[in-house]
Every structure is written in C-alpha cells, then in structure tokens.
C-alpha cells in the first residue's frame, strides 16, 4: 500500500458501465471528501465530469484523468491513491500498463477479472516484485470470484467451530440467481477465447483448477461437467458456467494461506437443477450487450443470488452455510463488493504484506464483516 498516498481509493474507469455504478455506489454510501477519500479516473476529462452530473455527485468530486496507453499518466495516477480500483477491461487487453505502474509504485490495485489466462500471466511476472514493494495485486474482487472465494473460507471457519477441524471437501451449489450481463463481460470471455484460438496451450490452462497455485498441483478435482444427483443436496445439479473461474481462485486461495484446508482439499460448483428457477445469467450470445451496455437500473435491483455450500469431514459429518446478494451478481452486487474491498484492503487490512492476491486470502473475515454492513450480502450457518 501507498500509505501517504491522497486519496483512498481511485476508480480507474469510472466512465465505463461499471465503473460508474462503482462511482455512484461511492457517492452514496461514504459521500465526497468525508472519511473515506475517493476520485473517479478515465481516458476523457470532459467524460469524467459528465458522469460526475449524471450521477449528481458534488462538483468537487476530484478527477484524474488517465490512458492506459500513456504510462506516464498511469504512474502519476497511482502515486495519487492508496488502492486503484480497476474497470478497464478486458484486462488481457488493458491491464498490464496499470498493474506494472502499481506494483512500481507500491499501490494496491483491485480487478474485477474473469480471465484465469491473464492472472496466470500477472501472478509470474509481478507477484515476486509486489512482494518486495508492498502492492497488494487482488484479482476477481466482483460475482468473480468474492461470494465463492469467502463462501468457502465462511464454510471452512463453520466447520473448524462446530466439527473442530477444517474439512477436505466443500461443495458448491447454486440455488437461485438472477441478473444481466454487461458487454465488458461478454468482451472480456470473446478475448479470452481469441487468446486460446492464438496460444492452444491457454486451453490447457483454463482446464486445470491448479492454474493458479504455480509450483502446486494438487489431485484431481471432481469434472461438475454433466448433469447428476446431489445427495448431499437432494437434488439435480448442473454445470455452472463461472466454475472455470471461482474453482481457480479457491484453490489460489488455500495455497496463499498455506493450505489450511489441506493440500488434498476438493471443490466444485455446480448450479442446482430446478424447472424454471432462474439459475443463470442473461444477455449471453451474439445479439448480446455491446462494451459499455450492461442491465437498467430494475434489472440489477430485481436480481439476487443465493449460494450454498456444504463442507464435508472425512467421517461424513457436514456443515451447511449460505452467501446470498440483494442485486444482480455481475453488477448491482459486483459494484459495492469491489468498493469495500478496497476501502477494507487500505483500512482493515494495512499491515498484509504485497503479493498477488485473493480477496479472501489477503483480508478473509474481515471482509466478510463489511461486505454484511455495507454492500447487501449475507453470511449464513445453515446447519
């Protein structure tokens, strides 16, 4: 962290679609000026103060513009911030600039990536580095991959409190979820794929759960590829489209805390099986949302999600918890979970030292505390 740094946290994009819901959420919960110092950042300076009236934020709101293709600016920019909230997407195509200049600086940088190719690339050429400046590099801080990230840690906590030991074993299972897609989304998985079209061995990658955990391969991990009976749940489940993501973060997690969970620790994610439940997002496909389109204002208050997870002993017993949102996952919810996770990284978590980290890793219950405060989830013991 950049500890004499003038503001607290900089949204970089903050003209996009989602940065300006990131904005906006600031405006509203901490204000401008008051105890949590924030600035909104983009390519357009006239842009900026647009989105500043729109969003009817005070005309003192500070500004700072800044290109990802002008180093220069970047730089001046993250000496100005304690944590730089990134929107630039997809960030295979615009984030190296911005997560180099971080690491330089000694700023803490939090994404909202998606792209397991991508974070591979970061974590071997700049974890070694932000170790030795301090910047803390936290990937997927949004629906990717916090609620699934801390889902488990919650899972894995329950389970050392009621069974008295971590359990090797939790499983996934989304029970309910509504929401629409952004077109940075839908742009973000179309780099991805022409990535792996240009370097096969990215194919490889995005299959293995250990993508993340360099230097550890752990065992084989169940496929969650088909559809199957749950007994734990008592129902039909199937697979879940963001699993290739989460499962990588999960794994990155317990191996960054030294593998409490154990190094032979197994996850999946699956959703659960309901007719005519709404269990996935929409927007998907050619005629979907272009960059800068995303869900109206009702369709992200109108959506929610509600994961279970079950932990599981090697003697059988289990316990069961819960992680729900109160808005769409991919925005309504990922806006407010990336904002407090900034404001938790340079608050709650000063004295975690840099690397490239999780979410759950670098700040884990704490986050968890004001996430329930502030940003609409809920944290639940089930059984």
């Not at 819901?21 to 900026?48: F, I, N, P």
């Not at 050619?286 to 995303?294: A, D, I, L, T």
């Not at 806006?335 to 975690?352: F, G, H, N, P, Y």
């Amino acid at each position: 962290m950049n500890p004499n740094a003038e503001f607290d946290v900089i949204v970089y994009g903050a003209t996009g679609y989602t940065g300006r819901l990131v904005a906006e959420y600031l405006g509203q919960r901490y204000g401008v000026g008051g105890d949590v110092t924030w600035a909104m950042a983009g390519r357009s300076a006239a842009k900026l103060a647009e989105v500043r009236d729109e969003l009817a934020l005070p005309a003192e709101t500070p500004l700072i513009v800044a290109d990802a293709d002008d180093p220069a600016s970047l730089e001046a920019m993250v000496r100005r911030g304690k944590a730089i909230i990134t929107t630039v997407g997809p960030y295979q195509l615009y984030g190296d600039k911005l997560v180099a200049a971080c690491v330089a600086a000694g700023t803490d940088c939090l994404d909202l990536s998606g792209e397991p190719n991508w974070m591979a690339k970061v974590i071997g050429e700049h974890d070694a580095a932000a170790k030795a400046s301090g910047a803390r590099i936290v990937h997927s801080c949004g629906f990717d991959s916090i609620p699934f990230e801390l889902g488990v840690f919650f899972a894995e906590e329950t389970a050392k409190a009621k069974l008295g030991a971590y359990v090797p074993r939790v499983k996934g299972r989304i029970r309910g979820m509504q929401g629409g897609l952004s077109g940075g989304t839908a742009a973000s998985g179309a780099a991805t794929m022409a990535a792996i079209q240009k370097d096969p061995s990215l194919g490889m990658l995005m299959m293995n759960p250990f993508a993340l955990t360099p230097g550890f391969q752990g065992p084989e991990q169940p496929a969650g590829m088909t559809v199957e009976h749950d007994a734990d749940f008592g129902a039909e489940v199937g697979p879940f489209m963001m699993a290739v993501i989460n499962t990588k973060n999960v794994h990155r997690s317990n191996a960054l805390q030294g593998h409490p969970w154990g190094t032979d620790f197994k996850y999946d994610e699956m959703s659960i099986v309901v007719p005519g439940a709404p269990t996935e997002f929409t927007g998907m496909g050619p005629g979907g949302p272009k960059p800068g389109e995303g869900p109206s204002k009702a369709e992200r208050e109108a959506g929610f999600y509600d994961i279970v997870f079950i932990g599981i002993a090697d003697d059988g017993r289990q316990v069961k918890v819960a992680v729900k949102g109160d808005r769409d996952p991919g925005y309504g919810s990922t806006s407010k979970m990336i904002a407090e996770a900034a404001i938790c990284l340079v608050r709650d978590a000063k004295t975690a030292p840099g690397g490239v980290w999780t979410p759950g890793a670098v700040m884990g219950s704490k986050l968890i505390e004001r996430l329930e405060a502030n940003a609409g989830l809920t944290f639940a013991v089930e059984s």
